[in-house]
């Protein structure tokens, strides 16, 4: 009997192996599956979304009166395209007034809205002036300008409706007095506020307010005024002498411009870089130099007397 010491081979094909191992694999991730079955649970917040605001200025200009005693070429042309109850709107320009004599009355108005968002408002006055001698007139001594002449009211009606003469004087005095700017106060009274509220706006539950009406009465005095009083915008002015141009304006011209900026009040205590505000009760404080409290020059007072 022969004695066989060598050891048995085990049965395992290499396809035996490989199925073994297959199985293994399939075990161990039944066992994986079987670990991570907890409770669980997930919510998602999706179109979240962050839109800019929008912040606008829209003025409308309009002339109101043009009275030049029932014929004059200017009153003819602006009744022809509107009337005191029906003005005219010039978003482009002024009317132009080519025919201007003593005893003649004006009147410019503009609507003023800022849109969407509160705001607040500048306005600053421009001109370029001119006499008759400089235009040519050689047969009078026509060297005044009618800036040194023409007497000039500025009347605000607020957001709350109700209005303010803000200005008296000479139409030159009123552009002086706001050549570097001014602010339009939104509401007026003895503590004025000029945050303005927008007359449209997009936004929900957002308050909003009228546009405010500024509006600029100008007459040419007579030399029948002189010793007497006349009344522009039922304001009085008492005419001297000197007041009163007679030919010294002839030929002369006014240029003027009005330009108007507005900024958002939310976050601005120092609106256009110049004006002193609390957004949160927004009324000018005194800066250096400016005795009358009004944050530089605003239009609750002007400097004319």
């Not at 008492?238 to 010294?248: H, K, L, T, W």
Request: net charge negative.
């Amino acid at each position: 009997m022969s004695n066989d010491n060598t050891n048995p081979t085990i049965g395992l094909s290499r396809r035996n192996v490989l199925i073994g191992l297959g199985a293994v694999g399939v075990a161990s991730a039944g066992a994986g599956l079987g670990t991570t079955a907890f409770f669980s649970d997930e919510e998602s917040f999706t179109d979240n979304t962050i839109t800019a605001g929008q912040f606008e200025l829209e003025v409308t200009q309009m002339t109101t009166l043009v009275d030049q005693g029932g014929d004059g070429p200017d009153e003819i042309s602006f009744n022809a395209i509107g009337s005191e109850n029906e003005p005219a709107e010039l978003n482009d320009g002024f009317l132009n007034i080519m025919d201007a004599k003593p005893g003649d009355s004006y009147q410019y108005c503009w609507d003023i809205c800022v849109k969407h968002n509160p705001g607040f408002v500048e306005i600053t006055l421009g001109a370029e002036e001119s006499s008759g001698n400089d235009n040519g007139v050689q047969h009078v001594d026509a060297d005044g300008t009618l800036g040194e002449y023409m007497l000039a009211v500025a009347t605000l009606v607020d957001q709350n409706g109700d209005d303010e003469v803000v200005f008296t004087g000479t139409l030159g005095e009123l552009v002086e007095a706001f050549e570097e700017g001014g602010l339009v106060h939104a509401v007026g009274g003895e503590n004025p506020t000029y945050c303005h509220l927008p007359c449209e706006t997009d936004v929900e539950a957002a308050p909003v307010g009228e546009p405010v009406e500024l509006c600029v009465d100008l007459y040419l005095p007579t030399s029948a005024d002189v010793g007497g009083e006349v009344e522009v915008a039922e304001e009085i002015f008492e005419i001297g002498e000197d007041d009163s141009p007679g030919n010294a304006v002839q030929g002369a011209q006014f240029v003027g411009s009005v330009d108007f900026a507005a900024e958002q009040c939310r976050h601005n205590d120092n609106p256009f870089e110049k004006y002193n505000v609390s957004t949160n009760a927004p009324q000018a404080d005194p800066v250096e130099g400016d005795e009358d409290g009004n944050g530089d020059d605003d239009l609750t007072e002007g400097d004319g007397e």
